[in-house]
């Protein structure tokens, strides 16, 4: 079945510079790539998502890319700030259809050094 | 709005007791999940509703029930609590026009003694 495998477990990096987790999937069929923030004590919350007719994604200080042929996408924060110490998790599916199957990684917790 | 709501917030079991887990949304959505978080193992789901009325097994559903009370409720059962269901529980809904978007829960931190 689906797997996703997200590196590194964890990330630390000085406030201001930024900061790259990379998530890699198995299954081709996969057309949808959400990113969720969980702080401490919260359920998971949406950051960002790409659909796989898009190659890339932007929002302000966080962006996102899906490369499909090598079956990897990866989340970027840059000018990185104090709040953004979080547990972060990349996930997969198939879309709605499927919507019981969105496999999650393993999540990477990042800090902050001030 | 309330979103995702979990009660409670954290409970300790002995192994052998049950509990029942409780989930409810406000949002009007239609597909609810239950889901375990355990260190460095991301999240897994346990059961999942596409609607009411409906229940599926998801990755690791053993030892769990579920019941679908209507279109709010969600609730997961442990009718014989193990050591090896300490874990935190997210539920989870789902709304936005392809139904992809997951709104989480605070979470039910449970320990099994």
């Known amino acids: 079945g689906e797997n996703v495998e997200q590196h590194p477990s964890t990330l630390s990096v000085q406030e201001g510079d930024s900061a790259v987790i990379k998530c890699t999937y198995s299954d081709s069929a996969s057309n949808y790539f959400p990113w969720y923030k969980q702080e401490l004590g919260k359920g998971p919350q949406l950051i960002i998502d790409?659909?796989?007719?898009?190659g890339e994604k932007k929002d302000q200080r966080i962006a996102v890319t899906l490369n499909k042929t090598a079956k990897h996408f990866s989340l970027h924060i840059t000018e990185t700030q104090p709040e953004d110490s979080a547990v972060y998790f990349c996930?997969?599916?198939?879309?709605?259809?499927?919507?019981?199957?969105?496999?999650f990684g393993s999540g990477t917790r990042l800090s902050i050094r001030p | 709005n309330a979103g995702v709501t979990q009660t409670p917030k954290f409970q300790v079991l002995k192994t052998g007791q049950s509990m029942t887990l409780q989930c409810a949304q406000d949002m009007n959505h239609n597909s609810m999940y239950w889901y375990r978080q355990d260190p460095g193992m991301g999240l897994r789901l346990i059961y999942y509703?596409?609607?009411?009325?409906?229940?599926d097994k998801g990755e690791v559903p053993n030892g769990y029930n579920v019941s679908r009370l209507n279109k709010r409720e969600f609730s997961l059962r442990l009718e014989s609590a193990a050591p090896s269901q300490t874990s935190v529980y997210f539920c989870a809904s789902i709304t936005g026009p392809s139904g992809e978007t997951q709104y989480f829960g605070p979470g039910t931190r449970l320990l099994v003694l």
């Open positions: 509703s596409a609607s009411e009325g409906t229940t």
């Open positions: 790409i659909r796989s007719n898009v």
């Open positions: 996930a997969a599916s198939k879309g709605y259809s499927s919507a019981s199957k969105i496999i």
